[in-house]
């Protein structure tokens, strides 16, 4: 196993930022639950533990348009702008409005199931106890090929590990 090596946010971002291909990478983060707030006691408590592996340096439209052709589409992906951030590298986003909160692009596949874990107050909860309270996520209906491509954006501050490169590092 190797040693993990520590680094700072900043860091990171600067690594992240030299991605020019695809490479697969593995993160453990850290986030608060989305949920409703009306009546419900898990509110801004209860924080999600994911660990997972992922496709990184992709482009959204490109992916869905392999998709899309092996699927016998012929239709043309029109790739909408991405509501609140840009990409400042082929992987990092920051957010439109203040420009200094940072996010990896990811694309996750539906065969590599993520090992997650909750925590309410620091202590281990079932998902079942506050599923009521989540905050619903639709699917894209926009994408017209059957397999869909997952791409999901992470805060750079809820990670806490990352692995790519033959490297482990720890924020």
């Known amino acids: 196993m190797k040693e993990k ?5 900043e860091e990171l971002i600067k690594l992240l930022n030299e991605v020019e291909k695809s490479t697969f990478v593995h993160l453990v983060t850290e986030t ?17 533990k994911s660990s997972c592996n992922f496709l990184m340096g992709n482009e959204y439209g490109k992916r ?3 998709n899309g052709e092996k699927e016998g589409i012929e239709e043309e992906f029109e790739v909408e702008e991405m509501k609140g951030k840009r990409h400042v590298s082929k992987v990092v986003c920051i957010d439109t409005k203040t420009e200094s909160k940072h996010y990896i692009c990811v694309e996750r596949f539906d065969e590599i199931k993520p090992k997650v874990e909750y925590t ?3 202590n281990p909860i079932d998902k079942q106890l506050f599923e009521s309270y989540l905050v619903k ?35």
């Not at 805060?155 to 033959?166: C, T």
């Open 137 to 171: 996520v639709s699917e894209s209906k926009k994408q017209p090929q059957e397999r869909k491509v997952k791409w999901l954006t992470f805060g750079i501050d809820s990670i806490k590990e990352i692995s790519f490169n033959g490297n482990q590092y720890e924020i």
């Open 120 to 122: 309410y107050e620091g």
């Open 64 to 66: 869905v348009g392999t």
């Open 5 to 9: 090596i520590k680094i700072t946010k």
């Open 32 to 48: 608060k639950v989305r949920m409703n707030k009306t009546g419900n006691p898990y509110f801004d408590k209860v924080i999600k």
